[in-house]
């Protein structure tokens, strides 16, 4: 028995058949259960854990339909138009949900009808039935208001007048219940008689392409999972070269035969078609994943889908067969990394226009970052050189992360560099310093309230050893009450 | 010293450099019979290593600047190099012998190139080692401009750089706009790959070493871990060799170690030469970025102590001349001032080639090194 709580009350969420057969209900008082059966087991409601148990499933009906959605905290709607030829015709597809289900150990109820109305009252109080195009009418005509999918208090007011069959409410004027009860009445009614159209909103976006195999023999090991991908990737060439498109995403389903759902994803950084690479991919995806996949008693059913694909052009070869693209090498290069190590394994550094040392170079993963088409400028022709910086200024050739702060006793000059510091527990004596470098803080990005960060200035230090760094002190001296800070910002060859 | 005597010394476990071991034989092969019966000795070691002999004679002038500064070779107190003409020194490569002449890149340095025979080996795993993490950024920069170096030769391609975690945050991360400003790399051709382990940096170095889309992959490491042992770099070694592409491997606060490089040197920052300007070296201004280089291993090499200054407009490497020889050849650092007047006593401190290892300003010159650059002054 579940029990959760409503209000100030300690309320029965749900029950087992035996604690049923006691008589007790859904919605009775704890207080009230406990007084009449002292010996029921009570445990708190975990809706957190019914929501994930339930996204786990609507995970393993994705091998009958791509489009499952969840409904509310108990219900799951599969569109499976176009789908039940696949498993030999609507009853035996419903009669194998079923008995899956039942071999999971769950108690199911399922309905099978032409609008998501009809099939949520059939699921629900006329169970495993298939009710055919065109007696939607026929089906809810008996069952309750509660069939509709109503409001409950619209379905109390409906009670207090008498109404108290779908079927009443279908025989009913329409003008006089949309104006008492509302257009959310007429319109469950509409929806559940297939006079209206609802769509039914997939959990999971739908893949343009995948292809999938069942297997009469579980797997369990990796390399006939990878071997199991290069097959179904042969399959997906074929449609992708129809469509003139490569992959960008790629997802493997791995059905597990209890009902575990293992779902991996790569990405590419240029449309990929062809079959070895994809299984190289997944070869580093799932070495990457060995641990966190448990193939228990192995996967019956391995679908390969496209997520997302994108042009691909095709690359005209020389004569010798051999098509001269070292950046192609390089990209199955950063998708093998990233497949394996994830999705900033490979950085590259793309220039912003920027003072501040840290904005100036961004760090994007490689298949984000944009990539050069033309080659580069040839140095000396049509060079622009009034962008360019007469001076350019020094910047260290490693930066910190984050400035670390060092301890400065003193400065000659209050402006001046510092004599010694000390940087990580360890003293330098600054022999020889350049500077100060001023950068301000971009006050068009900083937010309100914010105004006042500090200036750094910059110097170059040159330490007894010979060891160059690029110091910094926040802020300025007799500017605030405060000493300025000084920091250790970066490192110079 | 009969041969007996110098195989001995050859194998006397407590040396365990081997290139020290040959500079012994090759200082104590000085009669004809003596050498004959150490190449003999030679052919019998490579035969056994089941690799080429080759005979290559040392370039003049090489060994015997390097020859004091080897602390090991204790046989150099008996036998003193200066007996020993240069000629006479013989260095016999192996393994390396079958590599065309164009597999070694020239670092420009001429000192270092001939200690090397050549350059380093371009198609190889090379070690750079840095003393302690502070370091790091003498030896982080040493690397960038071999790979500048490559560059400036060969196509455009991208250089990868992989590093762990832990390096990228005790060392810094690198920065672009500094790396093109020195290096002339452009922020294009440059891939960072931030591992999490050590495990991670390793596969990715592995599968990018074969690689011959990328002009050059960096491997950094933090300290000594026992997962880059003798057989991970030998696998880094071989597919490095066989793509025909350097990997460096940079060692940052790390215990030389055995590894399957050819080549390790040890980098440590030198105090940079101040700015050149029109009315000459500029007090107290930080010039251009200069390296200590120590060949810490070599098949060929004999050790030695090089200090190189980076020229970011022309990428390439200039020697500094050291200590000794500025002795031997006394040259005014400090030019004649033509008012006839002695110069301000401020610019006494101005060295243009300070003593390695020692704080350029404040420091007085020695007794002799004064009278040295004040002689030319009275002859004018």
Redo the contacts between chains.
Sequence with gaps: MISHRQGNAQRIAALDERAEALHLKRGMGIADARAMHPSVDVVEANPEADRRLLESLADWCDRYTPLVALDAADGLFLDVTGCTHLFGGERSMLDDILSRFFHQGFDVRAGLAATPGAAWAAARFASDRIVPCGEEEALLAPLPLAALRIEPDIRASLESVGLRTAGAVMAAPRAPLARRFGVSLLLRLDQALGRLDEAVSPRLPMAPLSVERHLAEPIMLTDEIERLVKMLATTLKADLERRGEGARRLALLLFRVDGAVSRIAVGTSRPLREPLLIQKLFHERLAALEQDIDAGYGFDLVRLSVLSAAAFDMQQADLAGETRD??A??AL??D??RA??GD????????VESHL?ER??A?LP?AEAPQ?VSP?KKPGKMQDTSSKPVF?P????????SPEPIEVPATEMPEGPPMNFRWRR?LY?V????GPERIAPEWWREAAGQEDTPTRDYF?I?D??????WLYRQGLYGASQAAPRWFMH???? | MTPLDSSAALWNPREHNRNNCEWKLTVMATSAVARETVFALRRQIAKIEGTLPERLEAPAGAAPVDAPRNPTADVTLQNPTADIPPQDLTIVRRGLAVAPPDAFLRTGAEGLDTALSGGLPKAALSEIHGAAT?????V???A??LVSLILKQGP???VLWIGTAEI??E?????????H???GI???Q???????RLL?AL??AE??AR????AAVILEIRGSPQRLDLTATRRLHARAQNAGRPVFLLRQAGEPEPTAAPVRLVL?????APRETIAGPLA???GR????VSIGKSRTALPGQFTLE?NPDERSFEERRTGEERAANPVPVVSASRRGKDPAAASGAVLAFPAV?S???GDQPSPGERAAHRRPRRAG
């Excluded at chain 1, 007894?464 to 760094?469: A, E, K, L, V």
């Excluded at chain 2, 970025?289 to 200590?292: H, S």
């Design positions: 070292d950046g090498d390089i290069f950063a093998r990394i394996r190590l900033s394994a490979v950085l590259k550094p793309v220039a040392p100036a170079v760090m490689y050069r580069p350019r020094e910047r260290p050739i490693r930066l910190f992360r360890a004596r022999a020889r310093a350049e170059r040159e007894s050893d010979g060891r160059r760094y970066g490192v110079f060859a | 502070r370091d790091a950024g003498a982080a920069g040493f960038l401009s455009r391609l991208p990228f945050r060392a810094g991360f690198p920065y672009a706009r500094g790396l400003a020195l290096f452009e922020p294009e440059l891939l960072f790959s931030e591992a999490p991670d596969w990715t599968e990018a690689m011959t889309a990328l440590s920052a030198a105090p940079s107290g201004s930080i970025p200069a390296f200590t980076w290892g704080p350029a300003p």
